[in-house]
């Protein structure tokens, strides 16, 4: 009987111990997987950085691009969230033939606005659609387009146990700004795919095409990314390494191998 007593003892203590353990464990899973989502309801802030190597005429050359990449939620009443998702980039070109465009600073800002229903549908689809713009922020003439521009963006995903899948596509067009400049007439496409496993590492894969109408060129970085979610003191973050192999590219524009490294600060409610 005695024995009986102290098994119970020693598996009550564990089930009471591990009780707390399992639901942090719980909360970091559906942390990464609320990542996954792009317009999930969740303060965050990336950061992004690329490193990428040109060819052609600008053999040699080399662009170091770090974004800065807040989402802001905001409820707008029981049924709709609008997601706020910026991206502000600083940018750093080194060793183009043309000296001109060897500058560094600030580039044009892109910020989109998705209006998203709280609960996925029947079918199990989150969705968001809004406006995107392009704002003129760059503080050198090489490392923006010196116009506004406006236009259509949406995403659609669907979540079901590890995997999300889903994709994200904008359309900008130029409606103002410098007249000597080229418009912007661009069309952007992210299909993505990712699993998410039971250390909340998660394996990503995706594209971030861009179609110019202007100069009827593609830019196909493919991008394979693998990231963790980990904790410091009381701060939840993830970090994330990625191989970009641009597929298709202008002429002069990046070839071959890059790569991507950021780290997402998260601040669940």
Do not use: C
Request: net charge negative; glycine share 8%.
């Amino acid at each position: 009987m005695r024995r009986y007593e102290w098994t119970l003892f020693l598996a009550t203590s564990a089930w009471v111990l591990a009780t707390p353990a399992q639901a942090q464990d719980d909360q970091a899973a559906e942390l990464a997987k609320k990542l996954a989502n792009p317009i999930a309801s969740l303060v965050s802030v990336p950061l992004q950085y690329n490193y990428d190597e040109y060819g052609g005429a600008n053999d040699g050359a080399a662009v170091s691009r770090l974004n800065v990449q807040p989402v802001i939620p905001f409820s707008l009443n029981d049924d709709w969230n609008l997601i706020s998702r910026t991206i502000i980039p600083l940018v750093d070109q080194q060793d183009f033939p043309a000296a001109a465009m060897n500058e560094s600073g600030l580039g044009d800002t892109t910020a989109s606005l998705f209006f998203s229903p709280k609960s996925p549908t029947a079918g199990g689809w989150i969705w968001g659609a809004g406006p995107v713009l392009l704002l003129p922020t760059a503080t050198e003439d090489v490392l923006g387009t010196e116009k506004w521009g406006i236009g259509p963006t949406a995403v659609a995903l669907k979540q079901t146990g590890p995997w999300t899948i889903g994709f994200l596509g904008n359309h900008i067009w130029s409606v103002a700004g410098d007249d000597d400049r080229a418009d912007v007439n661009a069309t952007f496409l992210q299909p993505f795919v990712s699993y998410v496993t039971k250390t909340k590492t998660t394996f990503g894969l995706n594209t971030e095409s861009t179609y110019d109408w202007e100069s009827d060129q593609w830019s196909v970085p493919v991008i394979v990314q693998v990231a963790q979610l980990f904790k410091i003191g009381p701060q939840i973050l993830q970090f994330a390494v990625a191989g970009k192999y641009w597929a298709e590219s202008p002429d002069d524009g990046p070839e071959g191998w890059g790569y991507r490294a950021q780290l997402t600060f998260l601040f669940p409610k």
